[in-house]
């Protein structure tokens, strides 16, 4: 059974550790990117922004990018990064922009973590008539045996088991949600693929042995699967999903 307080543990625990979320996430692909926004989209809106990992994917000539995160240290690593972004303490449920501000809003790994229901309607409520939706995650490719055994280290991460069972559902407000896959490649060092174990929430969160074991064993693996430059290539599929305002 899952304990509902290591969840919301989990949710509001990536602040402990801004500087390995930045150092270890993935950025998301080019075309993905092209896939969530439109190239005309004056004002995106990126909700559960975390460091900027996404938001800084979104910045264009002539385009508003706001980021709306709830935890303070995230935002201002993502501040500091990102100077030109309008950054917004505020959450899915309760962004505190005004109505129909935003062509685009977007939420990179951010939706499982969110309240269906007043997050549509938040959502709905901040968007332009019209206005996209979009839903996107880099989930790794446990095809490739490494990466199968290094998510055996970590265990699976609450993103990877919610898209696993089928992704998001918009029940009101919106049109059909429309699904596309986009498969990559990560270029890697160690030190990178311990930051992003160290990132992920049910390692922030786990007694202090626990923890230390797990980046030992991906410190391991890591050593094993660099090539002879030290380099790591981790395969990944970036889901993304978008649908439009009624």
Known sequence: MTDPHRQGRMATSFGREAASYSKGRPDYPEAAIAHLVPSDARVVVDIGAGTGKLTASLLSPGRTVIAVEPD?????????????????????????????????LTYGQAWHWVQPEPATAEAARVLQPGGRIGLVWNIRDESVPWVAALTDIMSASAAELFVARGGPRLRTH???????AFDWERRMTSEQLVA???????????????????????????????????????????????????
């Open 174 to 180: 919106f049109g059909s949600l429309e699904h596309k």
């Open 72 to 104: 303070r240290v995230m935002l201002d690593a993502l501040s500091s990064a990102l100077p030109t972004v309008h950054s917004v303490s505020g959450t899915a449920e309760q962004t505190t922009l005004d109505d129909s501000v935003a062509d685009v």
């Open 196 to 246: 992003m174990a160290a990132s992920r929430s049910h390692v922030i969160t786990a007694a202090e042995a626990e923890r230390t074991r797990i980046l030992a064993a991906v410190q391991e693996l890591a050593n094993d699967v660099a090539d002879g430059d030290g380099v790591i290539v981790l395969p990944y599929r970036t889901h993304v999903y978008r649908a439009h305002r009624l």
